[in-house]
């Protein structure tokens, strides 16, 4: 592994190169997906390793829109069942890694996922998560995979914002790049500085990229810091502003039929790319 320091846009950052080690590892890319965002991600990573591809589907679809998708969920939740899926034609034994993708629904895999993890034994094989989400939960996600899986070999996940796709191809060609999955240079991040309280100006960043998110509606109360290629990433802690009498209902335009989780603390990353507006590119609750 080479080791080069670069300058890009104001940051100091270290450029690594990866000799890729999957060698004659055979791998699988497994994803669910009701809206295509993490079909998306599955074949950028498929066509990257040259990998097989398959796509987990429920018999019977969850084709409705948003709302009718979230009524039937909490049905089916109450009821503690997860949809039926088809039968996958490859066989999981010959495979050594799985890719294994979902959207996060409710804070966790969606539920296609869940019923083929309930049936499937992943012990001894590698398995990579990735997801797509509207404002986090690939570390919720991990969790439940590794409580669900637990003699499988969880390695290092990949998630992006719904609303973040367009930076998706160059996340993951380094994601790969970065944990020895491809050949070729990737840009390691320096840790992040201590937390310190808000200055006036990063409150200003923390409301410019959460504000118009309606399911959010916190507060910035410290911050740590690193340079990143023409930029600036904030790891915020934040908490949820009060929310009078009603604990769970999510701020003027955000989505009533979607609660807000409980009130509490949160970790909040945002990045400032070129001076441009403020993005947030992922909640830990
Ligand atoms: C039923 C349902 C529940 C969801 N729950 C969450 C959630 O808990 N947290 C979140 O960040 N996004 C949530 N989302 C947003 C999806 O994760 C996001 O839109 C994702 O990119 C969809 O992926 P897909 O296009 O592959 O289906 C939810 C979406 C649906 C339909």
Redesign the pocket.
């Known amino acids: 592994m080479k080791t080069l320091k670069k300058i890009i846009g104001a940051a100091t950052v270290m450029v690594m190169t990866s000799t890729a080690s999957l060698n004659a590892q055979k791998v699988l890319v497994l994803y669910y997906?009701?809206?295509?965002?993490?079909?998306a991600v599955a074949e950028e990573i498929a066509t990257k390793l040259n990998a097989d591809i398959e796509e987990v589907v429920a018999v019977n679809p969850y084709d409705g829109d948003?709302k009718a998708?979230?009524d039937r969920?909490m049905k089916e939740r109450e009821k503690g069942e997860t949809p039926k899926i088809k039968p996958l034609k490859a066989n999981i034994a010959k495979y050594d890694v799985i890719f294994l993708g979902y959207?996060?629904?409710?804070?966790t895999y969606a539920p296609p996922i869940a019923t083929w993890l309930n049936k499937v034994d992943l012990s001894g094989k590698k398995v990579v998560p990735f997801c797509?989400?509207?404002?986090?939960?690939l570390e919720s996600s991990v969790k439940d995979l590794i409580a669900k899986q637990p003699k499988a070999e969880i390695l290092e996940g990949y998630g992006v914002r719904?609303a973040r796709m367009a930076a998706m191809p160059g996340e993951v060609d380094q994601f790969l790049k970065a944990n020895g999955f491809l050949e070729g240079s990737y840009i390691k991040l320096q840790d992040f500085s201590a937390q310190h309280a808000v200055s006036d100006a990063e409150a200003k960043i923390f409301d410019g990229a959460v504000g118009d998110y309606p399911m959010m509606n916190a507060k910035a109360i410290s911050v740590a810091t690193r340079p990143i290629p023409y930029g600036i990433e904030y790891k915020f802690v934040a908490v949820d502003k009060p929310r009078d009498n009603a604990p769970m209902t999510p701020p003027p335009g955000g989505d009533k039929d979607l609660k807000l989780p409980p009130p509490g603390e949160m970790t909040v990353f945002v990045i400032v790319v070129n001076n441009e507006k403020p993005v947030f590119t992922k909640v830990i609750r």
């Open positions: 997906s009701q809206t295509s965002n993490t079909k948003f998708t979230i969920c959207p996060i629904w409710f804070g797509t989400f509207g404002s986090g939960g719904a």
